[in-house]
Protein backbone atom coordinates (compact mmCIF):
# COMPACT_ATOMS: atom_id res chain seq x y z
CA UNK A 1 0.00 0.00 0.00
CA UNK A 2 1.60 3.19 -1.40
CA UNK A 3 2.09 5.62 1.70
CA UNK A 4 1.19 8.51 1.85
CA UNK A 5 2.57 11.91 0.81
CA UNK A 6 3.97 13.58 4.05
CA UNK A 7 2.21 16.88 4.29
CA UNK A 8 4.72 19.95 4.26
CA UNK A 9 4.79 23.04 6.87
CA UNK A 10 3.96 26.68 5.46
CA UNK A 11 7.63 27.25 6.52
CA UNK A 12 8.51 24.56 4.21
CA UNK A 13 6.91 25.68 1.36
CA UNK A 14 8.42 29.22 1.84
CA UNK A 15 11.78 27.43 1.68
CA UNK A 16 11.15 25.33 -1.18
CA UNK A 17 10.19 28.55 -3.10
CA UNK A 18 13.24 30.66 -2.00
CA UNK A 19 15.39 27.99 -2.71
CA UNK A 20 14.00 28.48 -6.68
CA UNK A 21 13.75 31.85 -6.61
CA UNK A 22 17.75 31.24 -5.72
CA UNK A 23 19.59 28.21 -5.82
CA UNK A 24 23.03 28.68 -4.64
CA UNK A 25 24.11 25.00 -5.12
CA UNK A 26 23.51 25.38 -8.94
CA UNK A 27 23.49 29.39 -9.26
CA UNK A 28 20.26 29.14 -10.71
CA UNK A 29 17.57 32.30 -10.62
CA UNK A 30 14.20 30.55 -10.97
CA UNK A 31 15.65 27.51 -12.54
CA UNK A 32 17.95 29.58 -15.07
CA UNK A 33 21.56 30.84 -14.76
CA UNK A 34 22.74 34.81 -15.34
CA UNK A 35 24.09 33.70 -18.59
CA UNK A 36 20.84 32.17 -19.96
CA UNK A 37 18.72 35.38 -18.62
CA UNK A 38 20.89 37.49 -20.59
CA UNK A 39 20.25 35.40 -23.75
CA UNK A 40 16.97 35.33 -23.17
CA UNK A 41 16.10 39.44 -22.32
CA UNK A 42 18.57 40.35 -25.59
CA UNK A 43 16.19 37.83 -27.67
CA UNK A 44 12.82 39.52 -26.35
CA UNK A 45 14.48 42.82 -26.91
CA UNK A 46 15.48 42.77 -30.24
CA UNK A 47 11.77 40.92 -31.24
CA UNK A 48 10.15 43.27 -30.14
CA UNK A 49 12.05 45.87 -31.59
CA UNK A 50 11.82 44.42 -34.92
CA UNK A 51 7.82 44.24 -34.18
CA UNK A 52 7.89 48.06 -33.35
CA UNK A 53 10.03 48.41 -36.50
CA UNK A 54 7.85 47.03 -39.18
CA UNK A 55 4.53 48.31 -37.07
CA UNK A 56 6.36 51.67 -37.58
CA UNK A 57 7.18 50.89 -41.26
CA UNK A 58 3.81 49.92 -42.26
CA UNK A 59 2.05 53.17 -40.52
CA UNK A 60 4.48 55.26 -42.66
CA UNK A 61 4.19 53.06 -45.94
CA UNK A 62 0.04 53.62 -45.40
CA UNK A 63 0.50 57.63 -44.87
CA UNK A 64 2.92 57.78 -47.37
CA UNK A 65 0.36 56.35 -49.90
CA UNK A 66 -2.77 58.47 -48.48
CA UNK A 67 -4.19 61.93 -50.12
CA UNK A 68 -4.36 64.21 -47.30
CA UNK A 69 -7.03 66.37 -49.18
CA UNK A 70 -9.10 63.02 -50.38
CA UNK A 71 -10.17 60.06 -49.17
CA UNK A 72 -9.34 57.06 -51.37
CA UNK A 73 -12.50 55.68 -51.43
CA UNK A 74 -16.15 57.00 -51.70
CA UNK A 75 -18.32 54.36 -52.94
CA UNK A 76 -19.89 54.77 -50.08
CA UNK A 77 -21.63 57.93 -50.36
CA UNK A 78 -22.83 58.09 -53.97
CA UNK A 79 -25.49 61.33 -53.60
CA UNK A 80 -25.45 63.64 -50.34
CA UNK A 81 -27.67 63.95 -47.51
CA UNK A 82 -30.14 67.12 -47.25
CA UNK A 83 -30.70 68.35 -43.08
CA UNK A 84 -33.30 71.21 -42.35
CA UNK A 85 -32.48 73.90 -39.91
CA UNK A 86 -34.41 74.47 -37.20
CA UNK A 87 -32.80 70.91 -36.05
CA UNK A 88 -35.17 69.44 -34.07
CA UNK A 89 -34.40 65.90 -35.17
CA UNK A 90 -36.57 62.71 -33.13
CA UNK A 91 -36.49 59.41 -33.23
CA UNK A 92 -38.13 58.57 -36.42
CA UNK A 93 -38.97 61.70 -37.80
CA UNK A 94 -38.12 65.68 -37.60
CA UNK A 95 -41.07 67.82 -36.33
CA UNK A 96 -40.58 71.60 -36.23
CA UNK A 97 -42.87 72.80 -33.05
CA UNK A 98 -43.35 75.88 -32.11
CA UNK A 99 -46.07 78.67 -30.64
CA UNK A 100 -45.82 81.58 -32.04
CA UNK A 101 -47.70 83.41 -29.50
CA UNK A 102 -45.39 82.24 -26.75
CA UNK A 103 -41.80 83.87 -26.61
CA UNK A 104 -40.12 81.37 -25.14
CA UNK A 105 -41.38 78.62 -27.52
CA UNK A 106 -40.85 80.80 -30.72
CA UNK A 107 -37.07 82.17 -29.83
CA UNK A 108 -35.64 78.83 -28.96
CA UNK A 109 -36.18 78.41 -33.15
CA UNK A 110 -34.78 81.93 -33.70
CA UNK A 111 -31.86 81.16 -31.43
CA UNK A 112 -30.81 78.26 -33.08
CA UNK A 113 -30.95 79.95 -36.87
CA UNK A 114 -29.11 82.20 -35.63
CA UNK A 115 -26.29 80.27 -33.87
CA UNK A 116 -26.87 78.13 -37.26
CA UNK A 117 -25.70 81.57 -39.53
CA UNK A 118 -23.03 82.63 -37.75
CA UNK A 119 -20.36 81.41 -39.90
CA UNK A 120 -21.95 82.95 -42.88
CA UNK A 121 -21.49 86.21 -41.30
CA UNK A 122 -19.89 88.61 -44.01
CA UNK A 123 -16.86 89.69 -41.61
CA UNK A 124 -16.04 86.06 -41.14
CA UNK A 125 -16.20 85.82 -44.91
CA UNK A 126 -12.91 88.35 -45.78
CA UNK A 127 -10.82 85.53 -46.89
CA UNK A 128 -13.10 84.09 -49.27
CA UNK A 129 -13.47 84.66 -53.04
CA UNK A 130 -16.05 87.31 -54.31
CA UNK A 131 -16.16 87.43 -57.06
CA UNK A 132 -17.17 84.21 -58.53
CA UNK A 133 -18.52 83.45 -61.72
CA UNK A 134 -21.63 82.61 -61.29
CA UNK A 135 -23.87 79.49 -62.70
CA UNK A 136 -20.32 77.56 -63.26
CA UNK A 137 -18.51 75.27 -61.77
CA UNK A 138 -15.81 76.42 -59.72
CA UNK A 139 -13.01 73.95 -60.86
CA UNK A 140 -9.92 74.49 -58.74
CA UNK A 141 -6.93 71.86 -60.55
CA UNK A 142 -3.74 73.47 -58.88
CA UNK A 143 -3.23 74.76 -55.17
CA UNK A 144 -2.63 78.47 -54.40
CA UNK A 145 1.06 78.87 -53.68
CA UNK A 146 1.33 80.61 -50.32
CA UNK A 147 -1.10 78.63 -48.65
CA UNK A 148 -1.26 75.48 -50.47
CA UNK A 149 -5.11 76.30 -50.34
CA UNK A 150 -8.26 76.05 -52.69
CA UNK A 151 -10.13 79.55 -52.97
CA UNK A 152 -13.60 79.10 -51.69
CA UNK A 153 -16.70 81.41 -52.82
CA UNK A 154 -18.51 83.66 -50.25
CA UNK A 155 -21.98 83.12 -49.49
CA UNK A 156 -23.44 86.23 -48.36
CA UNK A 157 -26.51 85.58 -46.00
CA UNK A 158 -28.26 88.66 -47.43
CA UNK A 159 -29.01 85.73 -50.25
CA UNK A 160 -31.44 84.35 -48.16
CA UNK A 161 -33.62 87.15 -48.01
CA UNK A 162 -36.18 87.58 -45.07
CA UNK A 163 -35.13 84.08 -44.04
CA UNK A 164 -31.51 85.83 -43.33
CA UNK A 165 -32.12 87.21 -39.94
CA UNK A 166 -30.92 90.30 -40.57
CA UNK A 167 -34.65 91.87 -41.41
CA UNK A 168 -36.80 89.81 -39.09
CA UNK A 169 -34.46 88.57 -36.05
CA UNK A 170 -37.51 86.00 -35.20
CA UNK A 171 -37.30 84.02 -38.52
CA UNK A 172 -40.70 84.61 -39.14
CA UNK A 173 -41.87 81.92 -36.04
CA UNK A 174 -43.81 85.08 -34.15
CA UNK A 175 -45.97 84.90 -36.54
CA UNK A 176 -47.73 82.14 -39.41
CA UNK A 177 -44.73 82.78 -42.09
CA UNK A 178 -41.73 80.54 -40.42
CA UNK A 179 -38.49 80.19 -41.86
CA UNK A 180 -36.59 76.73 -42.50
CA UNK A 181 -33.38 76.40 -44.00
CA UNK A 182 -32.09 73.56 -46.00
CA UNK A 183 -28.45 72.44 -46.62
CA UNK A 184 -27.06 69.94 -48.84
CA UNK A 185 -24.02 67.45 -47.34
CA UNK A 186 -20.29 68.17 -48.37
CA UNK A 187 -18.94 65.56 -50.64
CA UNK A 188 -15.37 65.55 -51.64
CA UNK A 189 -15.22 66.54 -55.80
CA UNK A 190 -19.25 65.96 -56.28
CA UNK A 191 -20.82 67.64 -58.70
CA UNK A 192 -24.43 67.76 -58.21
CA UNK A 193 -25.44 68.18 -62.12
CA UNK A 194 -23.49 67.26 -65.80
CA UNK A 195 -26.47 68.98 -67.35
CA UNK A 196 -25.73 72.47 -68.32
CA UNK A 197 -29.37 73.71 -68.57
CA UNK A 198 -30.86 72.36 -65.80
CA UNK A 199 -30.09 74.13 -62.55
CA UNK A 200 -29.50 72.77 -59.23
CA UNK A 201 -32.31 73.63 -56.53
CA UNK A 202 -34.67 72.82 -53.80
CA UNK A 203 -38.04 71.76 -54.46
CA UNK A 204 -40.68 71.17 -51.35
CA UNK A 205 -43.94 69.55 -51.38
CA UNK A 206 -46.52 69.09 -49.53
CA UNK A 207 -47.33 65.47 -48.38
CA UNK A 208 -49.88 66.19 -45.40
CA UNK A 209 -51.96 69.13 -45.01
CA UNK A 210 -51.64 70.97 -47.97
CA UNK A 211 -55.02 72.89 -47.12
CA UNK A 212 -52.89 74.44 -44.64
CA UNK A 213 -50.41 75.87 -46.72
CA UNK A 214 -51.09 78.94 -48.52
CA UNK A 215 -47.82 80.03 -50.07
CA UNK A 216 -44.25 78.59 -49.70
CA UNK A 217 -41.16 81.17 -51.06
CA UNK A 218 -37.56 80.14 -51.99
CA UNK A 219 -34.00 82.72 -51.02
CA UNK A 220 -32.41 82.61 -52.81
CA UNK A 221 -35.44 83.05 -55.81
CA UNK A 222 -36.04 79.24 -57.06
CA UNK A 223 -34.56 77.58 -54.66
CA UNK A 224 -31.15 77.83 -56.50
CA UNK A 225 -27.57 76.59 -55.12
CA UNK A 226 -25.42 78.08 -57.94
CA UNK A 227 -22.32 76.20 -59.39
CA UNK A 228 -20.01 78.07 -58.31
CA UNK A 229 -19.97 76.52 -54.83
CA UNK A 230 -19.44 73.04 -56.40
CA UNK A 231 -16.87 71.13 -56.15
CA UNK A 232 -15.80 70.88 -52.71
CA UNK A 233 -11.88 69.85 -51.82
CA UNK A 234 -11.85 69.15 -48.43
CA UNK A 235 -11.64 70.67 -45.14
CA UNK A 236 -8.02 70.82 -45.94
CA UNK A 237 -7.82 72.51 -48.98
CA UNK A 238 -10.87 74.43 -48.18
CA UNK A 239 -11.23 75.37 -44.24
CA UNK A 240 -13.31 78.65 -45.21
CA UNK A 241 -15.88 76.96 -47.06
CA UNK A 242 -19.31 77.11 -46.60
CA UNK A 243 -21.82 75.37 -47.66
CA UNK A 244 -24.71 76.90 -50.39
CA UNK A 245 -28.20 77.32 -48.17
CA UNK A 246 -31.66 77.90 -49.06
CA UNK A 247 -34.19 79.14 -47.48
CA UNK A 248 -37.96 77.77 -47.43
CA UNK A 249 -40.97 80.35 -45.94
CA UNK A 250 -43.90 78.73 -45.28
CA UNK A 251 -47.81 80.77 -44.88
CA UNK A 252 -49.36 78.62 -42.76
CA UNK A 253 -52.91 78.68 -42.48
CA UNK A 254 -56.04 76.97 -41.37
CA UNK A 255 -54.77 74.75 -38.57
CA UNK A 256 -51.20 75.39 -38.93
CA UNK A 257 -49.65 72.62 -39.90
CA UNK A 258 -48.00 70.39 -42.79
CA UNK A 259 -45.71 67.99 -43.40
CA UNK A 260 -43.23 68.68 -46.15
CA UNK A 261 -40.69 66.64 -48.22
CA UNK A 262 -38.08 68.93 -49.15
CA UNK A 263 -35.28 67.75 -52.22
CA UNK A 264 -32.49 68.93 -54.00
CA UNK A 265 -33.40 68.18 -57.32
CA UNK A 266 -29.89 67.76 -60.06
CA UNK A 267 -29.70 64.52 -62.33
CA UNK A 268 -26.76 63.54 -60.36
CA UNK A 269 -28.52 62.92 -56.60
CA UNK A 270 -30.83 60.42 -55.99
CA UNK A 271 -34.09 60.46 -53.71
CA UNK A 272 -35.66 57.21 -53.45
CA UNK A 273 -33.21 55.25 -51.38
CA UNK A 274 -35.38 53.49 -48.78
CA UNK A 275 -32.51 52.44 -46.69
CA UNK A 276 -31.33 56.46 -46.20
CA UNK A 277 -34.32 59.22 -45.67
CA UNK A 278 -32.00 61.11 -45.99
CA UNK A 279 -30.11 60.63 -49.27
CA UNK A 280 -30.72 63.87 -51.81
CA UNK A 281 -34.10 64.61 -49.70
CA UNK A 282 -35.66 65.56 -45.69
CA UNK A 283 -39.06 65.18 -44.20
CA UNK A 284 -40.21 67.30 -41.65
CA UNK A 285 -43.02 68.28 -39.83
CA UNK A 286 -44.06 71.92 -39.69
CA UNK A 287 -46.79 72.58 -36.70
CA UNK A 288 -47.87 76.34 -34.93
CA UNK A 289 -49.81 75.36 -31.70
CA UNK A 290 -50.76 78.89 -31.82
CA UNK A 291 -54.85 79.23 -31.34
CA UNK A 292 -56.88 81.51 -32.80
CA UNK A 293 -59.08 83.81 -29.58
CA UNK A 294 -62.07 82.65 -31.03
CA UNK A 295 -61.18 78.96 -30.81
CA UNK A 296 -59.73 79.22 -27.80
CA UNK A 297 -62.96 80.68 -26.71
CA UNK A 298 -65.08 77.61 -28.15
CA UNK A 299 -62.49 75.33 -26.45
CA UNK A 300 -62.89 77.22 -23.26
CA UNK A 301 -66.82 76.90 -23.56
CA UNK A 302 -66.59 73.15 -24.12
CA UNK A 303 -65.20 72.77 -21.00
Known sequence: ?????????????????????????????????????????????????VMTALFCLAIWVLMYTLDPYAPDYQDRLPSPGVMVWPDKYGEEH???TYNSSDRASWSK???????????????LQKDCDHNCIKGKYFIQDHFTADTH???????????????????????GYNCTMPCVIIKMNRIINFLPSLNTSQEIQVNCTVLEGEENVKEIKYYPDNGIMDRSYFPYYGNLAQSKYLNPLVAVRVDLVGKRWAKFQCRVVADKISYENIHDPYEGKVVFTLKNLHLEPSRMHNQGSAI
Not at 109 to 123: A, G, I, R
Not at 150 to 166: A, N, Q, T
Open 1 to 49: MATLKEKRTCGQRCEDFGHFVWNSDNGTLMGRTPEKWVYISLYYAAFYV
Open 94 to 96: IEI
Open 109 to 123: MSTCLHKFLEPYNDT
Open 149 to 171: TKKSCSFPVSLLGPCSGLQDPTF
